[in-house]
């Protein structure tokens, strides 16, 4: 493909339309969850209790919380089956899976950050930070997902499971949910709006596009092997990976 055709505008395509609907439906579905969620852990302050009344009390709340979780653990699960079809039937570039060169971008990195190399790591359609987060989030929706269900249904759980199991679910539900929105609040924001490289916003999960120089900055990889274009610096020997079939995860 000729390279005039994949950038347009100074722009190229990152993510597809599907990706950035996905995208849309968990941020609303986890604003409303931790909404929700912390308002009733931490019912004792006066804004919780704010939030509890104009909801319409706490039965509402509960109402909303389970049907909101039910609608994000169907997110979730159809996301890893496409995810899984995709890459097993029709040979989509798992792009997410954590490899070795991840780690090794990581120190490089560290050196660029200390000054003691003059270039970044060159990293590939997702670098390692991006790839910890989504794991962070695949996983702990998970956890999220069967301890959720144990809550709510504790009755059904305790005729085949102890009955410690229950408080031990409410433990781990209430914990990891007030991780994952330290996580958002602390790492995933100041990466998409706060990160000097992006401010005032990272638009690309709402537009489906990226500028070609951040591209060619933080996805050098990628833009070499969908262009065909061979950037600078890149070390003598180093070959681009094998093109394959893009995926709803493009």
Known sequence: MEVN????????KRFSLYRVFEHQFVMITFAILVITGLSQKFHEYGLSQWIIIKLGGVDTVR????????????????????????VVFHKWQASMVINRKDFTDAIDNLKYYFGITD????????????KFEYWGVVIGGLLMMATGF???????????????????????????????????????????????????????IFTGRISVERMKHEHPLEYERITGESLEHKPQGEESSTKQKPGPSD
């Not at 270039?119 to 930070?129: L, T, V």
């Open 119 to 130: 270039q970044p790591a060159r990293c590939d359609r997702y670098d390692y930070k991006q």
């Open 63 to 86: 109402l909303i919380h389970r049907s909101t979780g039910l609608i994000f653990a169907l997110i979730t699960i159809f996301h890893i089956i496409v995810a899984s079809v995709g």
């Open 150 to 204: 144990v809550l709510w249904f504790p009755t059904f759980f305790v005729k085949f499971l102890p009955g410690e199991f229950i408080p031990a679910a409410k433990a781990a539900h209430t914990n990891e949910a007030l991780l994952a929105f330290l996580v958002i609040i602390t790492w995933h924001l100041y990466n998409a709006i706060f990160s000097p490289e992006v401010f005032p916003l990272d638009t690309s």
């Open 5 to 12: 055709k994949i950038i347009v505008g100074g722009k190229i």
